[in-house]
């Protein structure tokens, strides 16, 4: 996870907990460094990329700017229950920052939870580990297809038994880190 996700994640959590922001010497107790200099940079460019407002000579001036989807509550899966109870917080699509879509064509995926017409959300910068699900060329093409290994070989593993594991070589091109669906196209 990037330094500024890390902060992000924090500054969240902590004004969720308490009200009111955190001083700089809070976020770099919490993110285990050893001066302020470093949390300073990361909060002045994330205020340059709009991600948080800061109000200069003031303790705890740190606000996050509300942008996204609102999120008003939570709905149970199971027996209905009225769980709305204002807005609970935002979506902020500035977490993914630095990633992109791309559009799923096909069902080689479903086991995955990936369906034809979703959106994956695409971090080109993660690096890869086995078991995750990425984004592939292979040959002049690309595919979305779950990372693992077998007999010390790196393979492309399909959510499909209809589909065939594939063996040869390969350039991951990106980690998939979520997935959009629209049920109404």
């Known amino acids: 996870m990037r330094t500024k996700d890390r902060i992000m ?20 107790g919490h993110l285990g460094f050893r001066s302020t200099k470093a949390v300073k940079v990361h909060l002045d460019e994330m205020a340059e990329m709009g991600l948080i407002e800061k109000e200069d000579g003031i303790a705890r001036g740190i606000r996050l700017k509300e942008s996204g989807m609102p999120i008003i509550g939570r709905v149970v899966a199971g ?43 695409v971090e080109k910068d993660r690096e890869p ?26 393979i492309l593993r399909p959510e499909n038994p209809s589909y065939p594991v594939i063996e040869k070589f390969f350039q991951v091109i990106g980690v998939v880190v979520g997935v959009i669906r629209c049920y109404y196209r």
Request: no cysteine; aromatic share 12%.
């Open 9 to 28: 994640d924090f500054l969240e959590e902590f004004i969720g907990e308490n009200g009111f922001a955190p001083s700089v010497r809070e976020i770099v």
């Open 79 to 121: 027996e209905p229950t009225l769980q709305f109870e204002g807005v609970e917080g935002h979506f902020s699509f500035n977490r993914w920052k630095g990633t992109f879509l791309l559009r799923i064509n096909g069902d080689s995926m479903v086991g995955a939870n990936i369906e034809e017409g979703d959106y994956v959300v």
């Open 129 to 154: 580990r086995k078991g995750d699900i990425v984004v592939a060329l292979v040959e002049d093409e690309t595919t979305v297809k779950r990372l693992d290994k077998e007999n010390g070989s790196w």
